[in-house]
Nanobody
Framework: QVQLVESGGGLVQAGGSLRLSCAASGSIFSIRAMGWYRQAPGKQRELVATITTGGITNYADSVKGRFTISSVNAKNVVYLQMNSLKPEDTAVYYC?????????????WGKGTLVTVSS
């Protein structure tokens, strides 16, 4: 089993920045990819960004150029640096991990951290 704990959410004004962290523990040797999803009120959960253990990244079009995903494998932590935040970025952000690749059916999920962007 793998446990994921997110942190770093909060309230920020539009145009501001936040950095989310996801700390993984447990059977992390099996993990090959990690990522972030988000779910806004009344909307479906959507993929934000993913990163593989080889460092390959992928982003949703809505966050390209504003968000950056990175990892520190030795510390088993994945970050999501969010810049130029917009009110539409308001959501609960979830960390996900998988033994193959990140999808809606990822193996492991955190409990989420709330990001609120005020206009």
């Amino acid at each position: 089993q793998v446990q994921l704990v997110e942190s770093g959410g909060g309230l920020v004004q539009a145009g501001g920045s936040l950095r989310l962290s996801c700390a993984a523990s447990g059977s992390i040797f099996s993990i090959r990819a990690m990522g972030w999803y988000r779910q806004a009120p009344g909307k479906q959960r959507e993929l934000v960004a993913t990163i593989t253990t080889g460092g390959i990244t992928n982003y949703a079009d809505s966050v390209k150029g504003r968000f950056t995903i990175s990892s520190v494998n030795a510390k088993n932590v994945v970050y999501l640096q969010m810049n130029s935040l917009k009110p539409e970025d308001t959501a609960v952000y979830y960390c996900a991990a998988d033994r193959i690749f990140i999808s809606d059916n990822a193996d492991y999920w955190g409990k989420g951290t709330l990001v609120t962007v005020s206009s």
